[in-house]
């Protein structure tokens, strides 16, 4: 969805505000799409902050559906955004400006579907748990373990003591 941003550029202590529904349906975060649950309608205010620069404020509530870290299953993570970002026409932003803009601005519209997507990167986890004590997959045979033990044996030995191993096993009397 575009919002043409020219009157607010021109237009000195100009201000508007409006509700849009929201039209993301999906985020690509690392080549994987996330579909998105519940996205609230967008408020944007658009403000005049001197000729040529504007004052861009967004406020939504979204929930994605993510996958666990640990055992891979749907976590549905909510995601509070509120935008605050100043904005310049073309004519008035420098080269460092406009490739910053590019991002979410195309010549004096501003793409809220992007705006909304760059923001939700940058708020994007670090790490994703179905719940704090997740205990993961089985690296044997692959059991979500939060559901219980799978009795396989996991005992990984100390890569410190091969060479001590290998002088044992050498000298074992079959």
């Not at 929201?22 to 205010?45: F, M, N, R, W």
């Not at 970002?85 to 809220?112: H, I, K, T």
């Not at 939060?146 to 890569?159: E, L, M, Q, S, Y």
Request: proline share 5%.
């Amino acid at each position: 969805m575009f919002v043409n941003l020219t009157d607010v550029f021109t237009s000195e202590g100009k201000s508007s505000t409006a509700e849009y529904a929201c039209p993301v349906t999906e985020v690509v975060h690392e080549g994987t799409a996330y579909q998105l649950k519940e996205c609230s309608a967008v408020s944007l205010k658009l403000s005049n902050m001197e000729k040529g620069k504007a004052l861009v404020e967004a406020s939504l509530h979204v929930t994605a559906v993510l996958a666990c870290d640990r055992c891979l299953s749907e976590v549905e993570y909510p995601f509070d955004l509120t935008i605050i970002r100043e904005v310049l026409s073309p004519e008035m932003a420098g080269a460092d400006e406009r490739e910053e803009q590019d991002a979410f601005m195309e010549g004096y519209e501003l793409n809220v579907d992007r705006l909304i997507e760059n923001e939700i990167m940058l708020s994007w986890p670090m790490k994703v748990l179905c719940r704090p004590d997740c205990k993961g997959l089985c690296p044997v045979c692959g059991k979500d373990l939060n559901t219980g033990a799978c009795g396989c044996d996991t005992f990984v030995p100390d890569p410190r003591m091969a060479a001590i191993m290998d002088v044992f096993n050498a000298n074992k009397e079959v």
